[in-house]
């Protein structure tokens, strides 16, 4: 399944904090220097959902704030209902 997300680096913390127009909204203390911010982002994403980080990876906008995230082996209904006990 694909994930829209939203990502906001140097943050104070890291979070993810629900959804907005449509796009997870991630905070990541990580800057966006280098892909540090996606890795932050996949690896939080990974522990929020309990997958292993190799999981999921950014398909799309890796140097922009809004991304798209693959997850493998999981359905779209479990991945929402799982951020959306989380969250």
Request: hydrophobic content about 50%; aromatic content about 2%; proline content about 5%.
């Amino acid at each position: 399944m694909r994930l829209d997300v939203r990502v906001l680096p140097r943050a104070s913390r890291n979070a993810v904090e629900g959804f907005r127009d449509g796009r997870l909204v991630i905070r990541v203390t990580a800057p966006p220097v280098d892909g540090a911010a996606n890795v932050a982002t996949v690896a939080l994403l990974a522990r929020t959902l309990d997958l292993a980080p190799r999981a999921l990876r950014v398909v799309a906008g890796g140097t922009s704030r809004n991304k798209t995230i693959e997850i493998d082996g999981v359905a779209e209904t479990l991945v929402r209902s799982a951020l959306a006990r989380r969250v």
